[in-house]
């Protein structure tokens, strides 16, 4: 079956063509890095990879190359680092180590680039200098602003017209402005701000600009796929979009930007919208001490990407005990090998149709269902199936043992440790009573014992 995905420029699902199957490029907007990643932040994360994941596994993993960008020159970088009296580098180092060890957790895998925007000025500079020279930019006051009247097809993506684009643009009204919905490209910087040279004086970049800038550099034009949420799609991907394009010059230059846009729906927490003047921001770092990292993962991936998602403490429990079912499925086939063999030819079709996860979902439940029903050499090739399913997914990397166990207090088990001990003492002693009473209270801690040969092992029991 061919990958459709859902093209926002198109608004239609449309059969995923690379420019060059030997170097699949996919560009996704990534973390401003001045403090720790929020629920919300992480859900594009998660619901690329999966794709990320997906185009490897169809094109080879040399043959796709993946960049998320950082942004490291933001106003709420500038003012952390001047409240703990710090470079910007200081705080955006803290915060990247972080943020990727917080993403790994919840099964992202790295991308193959992340270029900083710091890292990228000089291509930055150099973009916004083609932009005035094209005429699709111009000098004013100290600032660059690209002339939204030069690029014909603006608000093509976002499907706005001018007059609401304008109404909604989060831009400045400046008398030096051309037209209302030009936007900066280039800005003095504040006093105690970074501050680079340029032809237009010293300052920093606006916000749009970095990422046209770290796609030509670190991927080129155009690129495959570019993702995102949706809450970008205007201004900042149609800005995007329209100084890339302009910033060609000479036979060489694209007259596409990004062949698929895709971009992922809103997380609520329950029926509002995440928001930190609302105090219910849930922060990644905080809920992986609370709950597995793949039991967030789940929950981040069982509505399909492009719907919102409710975000709840019941999301996180029902995601859990998904995981519970599929982790059992391996922990009672145990003894048997898996074979070696490729993700369900009905997976790979969910995932196929715009990254249909609940669907593909469902197949792996069907896949553990065969599992525990499978006889003699079935179930190898059952149990091989689930888990190439479920890994390409970023799921079941766990030994379903330490998953059960996962979570497990050390004074808990010690104190499970010593009663299985007195237990297994008890019944060398043919005491059957109190071996009987010693596994009641095994049994009141939600403990489960298999007994063997050689002694005991035990295992939080299943939950659901």
């Not at 029926?271 to 789940?298: C, D, T, Y």
Request: net charge negative.
């Amino acid at each position: 079956m061919t990958l459709n995905l859902y093209d926002t420029m198109a608004r239609a699902k449309r059969p995923f063509v690379p420019r060059d199957p030997r170097r699949v490029t996919m560009y996704v907007c990534g973390p401003t890095v001045y403090n720790y990643a929020h629920i919300g932040n992480a859900r594009p994360v998660v619901a690329f990879d999966v794709l990320f994941r997906l185009l490897r596994h169809t094109y080879g993993a040399d043959s796709v190359i993946y960049a998320a960008n950082v942004t490291d020159v933001d106003d709420k970088i500038n003012k952390k680092a001047a409240e703990e009296g710090v470079s910007i580098d200081v705080i955006t180092e803290r915060y990247l180590d972080i943020y990727n060890a917080d993403m790994s957790v919840l099964g992202a895998l790295r991308p193959t680039h992340q270029p900083r925007a710091t890292q990228t000025m000089d291509a930055i500079i150099a973009m916004i200098g083609r932009l005035v020279h094209n005429n699709a930019a111009y000098a004013a006051e100290g600032h660059v602003l690209f002339n939204t009247q030069a690029y014909s097809d603006y608000g093509k993506l976002s499907g706005h017209p001018m007059e609401d684009m304008i109404a909604g643009a989060r831009v400045d009204v400046a008398p030096y402005k051309q037209h209302p919905a030009d936007f900066v490209l280039w800005k003095p910087s504040k006093e105690n701000e970074p501050v680079w040279d340029s032809p237009w004086g010293p300052g920093r970049p606006g916000w749009h600009i970095e990422c046209s800038a770290m796609i030509e550099q670190s991927l080129g034009l155009p690129i495959d796929i570019h993702g995102g949420g949706i809450d970008l799609l205007f201004p900042h991907h149609e800005n995007e979009m329209a100084q890339g394009l302009c910033a060609g010059h000479g036979h060489d230059a694209p007259t596409e930007y990004a062949r698929y846009w895709l971009h992922n729906g809103f997380l609520n927490m329950g029926a509002e919208k995440m928001s930190k003047s609302v105090g219910n921001v849930a922060l990644v770092h905080e809920l992986i001490e609370q709950a597995p990292g793949e039991a967030l993962r789940w929950a981040l991936l069982v509505g399909h990407y492009r719907a919102p998602l409710d975000w709840t403490g019941d999301l996180i429990e029902q995601s859990k005990k998904a995981l519970d079912r599929l982790y059992g499925a391996l922990r009672r086939s145990s003894e048997v090998k898996a074979e070696a063999t490729g993700p369900s030819v009905a997976f790979l079709a969910a995932l196929e149709d715009d990254l249909n996860t609940p669907a593909a979902m469902a197949e792996l439940f069907a896949m553990a269902t065969t599992l525990e029903t499978a006889r003699g050499e079935d179930r190898a090739y059952a149990k091989g199936e689930l888990l190439a399913s479920a890994n390409l997914m970023g799921f079941l990397f766990a030994d379903p043992e330490y998953w059960f166990q996962a979570g497990v207090s050390e004074e808990l088990r010690e104190k499970v440790d010593a009663l299985i001990s007195d237990r297994v003492a008890a019944r060398a002693a043919k005491d059957w009573a109190a071996a009987d009473r010693i596994r009641g209270e095994l049994t009141a801690l939600n403990i489960e014992v298999m007994d063997n040969p050689t002694g005991a092992t035990w295992r939080i029991k299943e939950q659901g």
